[in-house]
């Protein structure tokens, strides 16, 4: 029990007593009877049972969830081996934060800094074993903010960091800071005996090479920066909805942002799945607004994002945007997975009524989270799945959509779901309104929601489903060449994943750009963590086995390049989606196209059909076919890095006709 400083104490129902059950407060209640006087109505209603304004503010909140800090206040049901479990809990995230250079790191406290009555009291130190270099870093305490709810971060986060606002429909609007986008240059990969012959390093790799010093440096920057704080924000969740395959993920974060955006964006536990944590299997420290050293080697930049297998751990300086902790955890699950032999995928995913599955595949902005979040569909998840020997499964909580331009009348379920719990990330809003304005872009194109996936009302809970029927590559061509829609061969579907395309424009700026190809093995290379041809082949396999077909859909431009046509109307993506779905596009004419090979409808239900062989909507025919030329060139220069590598196991010519897949001409 907590004295309150008078002598008197609090009881765990919030009434203050004098111990021995009677107010302190000796002044008898001033009895009135209702009646009605005539005159005016009496709204009297029965007294607030508190005497100061304290103890009405401590009335206010009920005391429970396990997943608020502890207070103080000790429950009547508080027993001796919970008080065991939240020390042991106190243990591990101070093991978690501990320095590894000094003897002793700063005092862990549960419990938010500015509420003093409320934090748990129990210090535990990091080593037991006495020290004579004692650093002024273990005379400090440092709150330990875990697992909040979203309304607690809402209010750490508008107390405490700028630019935080409740937006007119109840979302936490946010910045990230100097970076709106994943800083992929900076991402670095220790090379040790774990990882040497393991990972894919050298060109074309996502994964920059770093030692496993210069990690301990890092880290060590980052753990002291995190104990410099007076508190920090630690999130026990999960990944994987796929039970037996499931990771337990710790971040450590300085802000209510990361801690509010994880929240949404993994696995969240239920109150007894936290109170049985444990350890976790991989721990983030997330020192984002601290830089790194740039006199470190292999830094180049004062960001750094580092990954460390062996020790299972990762370390975020000099970059607050959360999308780095999300895809940084789907690295982790591109090098874990395919060792249990299952197949990580950077797409979306839905299910049909009758049970069928979609896969959608593509790079950012090419329309998976749009495109999965499909109203006549069960939502599985929007960007990171997994396919294992029983089916798909999400490996997130939550979905990270692309508000920039959101319609309510073109995407109705995202724009429900950016309410009360939803973070949102660099909009722009009235400043008294607080109404959104998502054609704004002053902040950056890439403005973000971050929610829940039951935010989604016909999300399919647990995020999982039975083996694909339909795996569909979303490529967004501003060249304009490629077809709305093209039915794959398996090999064309290899060689279709293996190239990743998809071309955008920066757009940001006024005037006709050039469009941008960009190649991205498996969708994905910036995750992936082992050779391309090692997911293709994983790919090729369970798609013979169950029997799915592959499709190649244009999200992009029709009608001319950027700048001259116009991108696919979404209405009209989302019939063809459709008809691939209900099965209806395999009973439909097919034509073949020339240089790539596509095998074409003639007709889609509900889509014009002269928009579907695109040279017919180009009016200078020249110019489509030297388009088409490039396009095709540039294809072939990316596939050349890939045809002396085996795709698959044994006797089989898979690798030839994956080659033999692209265009000819
Ligand atoms: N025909 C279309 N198909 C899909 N998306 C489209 C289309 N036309 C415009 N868009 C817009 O493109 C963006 C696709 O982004 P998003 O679904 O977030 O992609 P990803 O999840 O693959 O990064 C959305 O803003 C969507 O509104
Ligand atoms: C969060 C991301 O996913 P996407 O853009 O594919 O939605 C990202 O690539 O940074
Ligand atoms: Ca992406
Ligand atoms: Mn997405």
């Known amino acids: ?41 009496d709204d009297s209603v029965p007294t607030v ?48 934060l501990a320095s590894l250079t000094r003897e002793t790191g700063p005092q862990l406290v549960k419990g938010d800094p500015a509420r003093k009555s409320e934090t748990q009291v129990a210090h535990v130190h990091h080593h037991v074993a006495p020290t004579i270099a004692v650093s002024d870093s273990a005379l400090k305490f440092t709150h330990v903010l875990y697992n909040l709810s979203p309304a607690e971060l809402y209010e750490q986060a508008i107390k405490y960091e700028k630019g935080s606002f409740i937006t007119a429909t109840g979302a936490l609007a946010t910045l990230s800071g100097a970076k709106t986008g994943r800083s992929p240059r900076d991402k670095r990969v220790v090379k040790d005996d774990l990882t040497e012959n393991e990972l894919w390093w050298g060109n074309g790799s996502p994964n920059i090479e770093m030692d496993e010093h210069t990690f301990m440096v890092n880290r060590e920057r980052a753990v002291d920066y995190l104990n410099s704080l007076d508190k920090v924000f630690v999130n026990d969740q999960f990944l994987n909805w796929d039970s037996e395959n499931r990771i337990k993920v710790r971040i450590v974060s300085a802000r209510a942002y990361h801690s509010l955006f994880m929240h949404n964006m ?202 694909p029927k339909n795996v569909i590559l979303l490529a967004c061509d501003a060249f304009g060449v490629l077809p709305p829609v093209s039915k794959l061969n398996l090999a064309q579907t290899m060689y279709h994943f293996i190239s990743g395309y998809t071309a955008l424009v920066a757009g940001t700026e006024d005037g006709i750009r050039e469009p941008q190809a960009t190649f991205s093995a498996c969708f994905g290379a910036a995750f992936i963590m082992l050779h391309p041809t090692k997911y293709a082949a994983m790919l090729a396999e369970k798609m013979q086995k169950h029997g799915a077909t592959g499709w190649l859909v244009n999200t992009g431009w029709s009608a001319g390049s950027y700048g001259h046509g116009s991108r696919i109307k979404l209405q009209y993506t989302r019939k063809i989606i459709d008809a691939i779905h209900s099965g209806s596009l395999l009973n439909t004419e097919y034509k073949k196209t020339e240089i790539f090979g596509l095998e074409i409808p003639t007709e889609v239900d509900g889509v014009p059909s002269e928009i579907l062989d695109p040279v017919n909507t180009w009016s200078n025919k020249k110019a489509y076919k030297e388009t088409l030329l490039k396009l095709a060139g540039l294809f072939k220069k990316n596939f050349e890095t890939f045809t002396n590598h085996k795709i698959g196991k044994g006797n089989n010519n898979l690798t030839e006709e994956i080659l033999a897949a692209g265009p000819n001409f």
């Open 1 to 41: 029990m907590t004295s309150n400083g008078n002598g008197s104490v609090a009881n765990g129902n919030g009434i203050v007593t004098n111990g021995n059950g009677t107010a302190t407060n000796g002044l008898a209640k001033i009895q009135t009877h209702k009646k009605h006087n005539g005159i005016c109505h």
């Open 49 to 96: 049972k508190a005497q100061t304004i304290h103890e009405l503010h401590y009335l206010q909140k009920k005391r429970s969830a396990p997943t608020t800090p502890v207070t103080g206040f000790q429950t009547p049901f508080a027993t001796i081996s919970e008080e065991d479990r939240h020390k042991q809990q106190l243990q591990s995230i101070s093991a978690s």
């Open 266 to 467: 993994c696995i969240r536990p239920t109150p007894e799945e936290l109170e049985n944590f444990g350890t976790p299997d991989f721990t983030i420290y997330n020192a984002g607004q601290f830089p790194c050293n740039r006199y470190t080697h292999y830094m180049t930049s004062s960001t750094s994002i580092d990954l460390n297998l062996s020790r299972r751990e990762m370390v975020i300086l000099g970059t607050q945007y959360a999308g780095e902790m999300k895809k940084g955890l789907f690295s982790v699950m591109h090098y874990l997975m395919p060792m249990r032999q299952i197949l990580s995928l950077h797409s979306g995913c839905n299910m049909g009524k009758d049970g069928d599955v979609a896969l959608f595949f593509g790079l950012s902005g090419t329309g998976k989270t749009t495109l999965s979040t499909d109203h006549n569909r069960y939502l599985i998840g929007d960007d990171e799945h997994c396919w294992g020997e029983k089916g798909v499964s999400n490996i997130e909580g939550g979905c990270y959509a692309k508000c920039i331009d959101l319609s309510r009348e073109k995407e109705p379920d995202i724009w429900n779901a950016i309410r009360f719990g939803t973070v949102l990330e660099n909009v722009v809003f009235d400043e008294h309104e607080r109404e959104v304005d998502y054609s704004d872009n002053s902040v950056t194109e890439n403005t973000r929601a971050a929610y829940p996936i039951e935010y989604i009302p016909n999300a399919k809970l647990p995020c999982v489903g039975p083996h």
